[in-house]
């Protein structure tokens, strides 16, 4: 059961353009939405990450958009660098008090071409 | 990564052996857990840790057990390895402050190989 779905699971984008990867959820009790950076040979790194009261979270070249009510969010990399080339993750989490229940989506492996 | 280690970071062992790998963290974080990462599943959660001797199941937690006998160090071990345990093993720490969440901390990963 896979309760957070994400795609594409792989991506190629030319230097300069647009990243863009989608997850959607389906349990409401979600409350914390992180995005997770992982280079080859190392663990992931969160990114940057989105509570549902808030519909969008800018972090320099990353951008976190969340849509409450179709269940949905994405990550959006503006004018793409090869260094950004790794595997995305997103997550959903609950919090359980203090134990952070976290479902991970299956990945996105995105290559940025020069 | 600052905080966390995993060992060892590599190892190939037989089918049947016992195998045990270990989380040092120095951040003295409530929160333990351990991952494995295998292509096409993303991120699934083994066991986790929410104190000393406190443990409890994740989504796949059959074939392993773990072990916190102090707050820095959480123990995976595979009582009799399967080739279906092949993967990468990560372990990950969190602590909550207050309303803020801070996500995880993951170590570099074990990459374990059962032949």
């Known amino acids: 059961q896979q309760q957070v779905k994400q795609s594409p699971q792989s991506l190629i984008v030319q230097k300069g353009g647009i990243s863009i990867i989608n997850c959607a959820y389906e349990?409401?009790?979600?409350?914390?939405f992180p995005w997770y950076q992982q280079f080859p040979g190392k663990g992931p790194a969160l990114l940057i990450a989105?509570?549902?009261?808030?519909s969008e979270k800018k972090e320099g070249r990353f951008t976190i958009s969340f849509n409450k009510s179709a269940k949905q969010f994405s990550l959006h990399i503006m004018d793409s660098q090869p260094g950004d080339s790794a595997t995305y993750f997103c997550?959903?989490?609950?919090?359980?008090?203090?134990?952070?229940?976290?479902?991970f989506g299956i990945g996105t492996k995105l290559q940025v071409i020069p | 990564d600052a905080g966390i280690t995993q060992s060892p970071r590599h190892k190939v062992t037989e089918t049947g052996t016992p195998v045990t790998l270990r989380c040092h963290q120095t951040?003295?974080?409530?929160?333990m857990y351990w991952y494995r990462q295998d292509p096409g599943h993303g991120l699934r959660l083994i066991h986790y840790?929410?104190?000393?001797?406190?443990?409890d199941k994740g989504e796949v937690s059959d074939g392993y057990s773990v072990s916190r006998s102090k707050t820095e160090d959480f123990l995976l071990t595979l009582e009799s390895a399967t080739s279906s345990q092949t993967s990468v093993y990560f372990c990950?720490?969190?602590?909550?402050?207050?309303?803020?969440?801070?996500?995880?901390?993951f170590g570099s990963g074990t990459r374990l190989t059962v032949v």
């Open positions: 990950a720490i969190s602590e909550l402050s207050g309303q803020t969440n801070y996500g995880y901390t």
């Open positions: 349990n409401t009790a979600f409350d914390y």
């Open positions: 989105i509570r549902p009261d808030v």
């Open positions: 997550a959903a989490s609950i919090d359980s008090g203090g134990y952070q229940k976290v479902t």
């Open positions: 951040e003295n974080h409530r929160y």
């Open positions: 840790s929410y104190g000393v001797k406190d443990t």
